[in-house]
């Protein structure tokens, strides 16, 4: 089972440039988020989707933009990379909001 | 929104012996506060989570126990062995229903001595 698949693994990107980091999950799962993780501040939610066509904003929204086309992909778009960005990015999944959410393998991004 | 304190932010023991890791929130309304174990270099996994009609649940080495009142849960690992070893998250989920979202602890570093 593949479970919650991110891609790419590792991205180094020049201050100004724009990507997309990719998230595909199988289990037919309805939430999806995107997190990012710096070190002592745990995991912070950036934007979250309960369907498709639905987005919202977590609490560290700025300088990224979402969309929810299908129940199985859920890219986080980087509009114009800052080094603030630098982080390890995890992208998960889950059946409601109260059930166990499951992450995929993180995709480690500097921005120089 | 929610806030998560999370203690200690590292933890040592020695093997066979305890771990307890403290979190409090903020949010009256939470009604599922889950754990995540994090290995080096990979995405956080569930261990155990609780509901806020539970007051205690467990399985096998790991306990996780809920006091509504003072808004704290609490993981406890007994005789813990070196593959315990990893970053330990508590959250808590706050919002409406339909949009539930996850608040995370800060993480504690488990160390298992062997």
């Known amino acids: 089972n593949a479970g919650v698949t991110q891609t790419p693994k590792f991205q180094v990107l020049k201050t100004g440039q724009s990507m997309t980091l990719q998230c595909a999950q199988d289990?037919?799962?309805?939430?999806m988020s995107w997190y990012r993780q710096d070190p002592g501040m745990g995991l912070r939610l950036i934007h979250y989707?309960?369907?498709?066509?639905?987005?919202d904003q977590g609490e560290v929204p700025n300088g990224y933009n979402v969309s929810r086309s299908t129940t199985e992909d859920f890219p986080l778009r980087l509009l114009s990379a800052a080094p603030s960005q630098t982080s390890v990015y995890f992208c998960?999944?889950?059946?409601?909001?109260?059930?166990?959410?499951?992450f995929g393998q993180g995709t480690r991004l500097t921005v120089v | 929104g929610e806030n998560v304190e999370q203690h200690p932010s590292t933890l040592s023991v020695q093997e066979g012996d305890s771990a307890v890791i403290k979190c409090t929130y903020s949010d009256s309304a939470s009604n599922y506060f889950p754990w995540y174990k994090q290995e080096l270099g990979k995405g956080p996994q569930l261990i155990i989570d609780i509901r806020s009609n539970v007051g205690e649940k467990k399985d096998q080495r790991i306990a996780v126990t809920l006091n509504k009142t003072a808004k704290h849960f609490s993981l406890h690992i007994t005789e813990t062995q070196p593959e315990d070893s990893a970053v330990y998250f508590c959250?808590?989920?706050?919002?409406?229903?339909?949009?539930?979202?996850?608040?995370f602890g800060k993480g504690t570093k488990l160390s298992v001595i062997p």
């Open positions: 289990m037919n799962h309805e939430y």
């Open positions: 998960a999944s889950s059946g409601t909001g109260e059930t166990e959410a499951f």
């Open positions: 989707s309960v369907g498709a066509g639905i987005t």
């Open positions: 959250a808590a989920t706050f919002g409406r229903a339909g949009s539930y979202q996850l608040t």
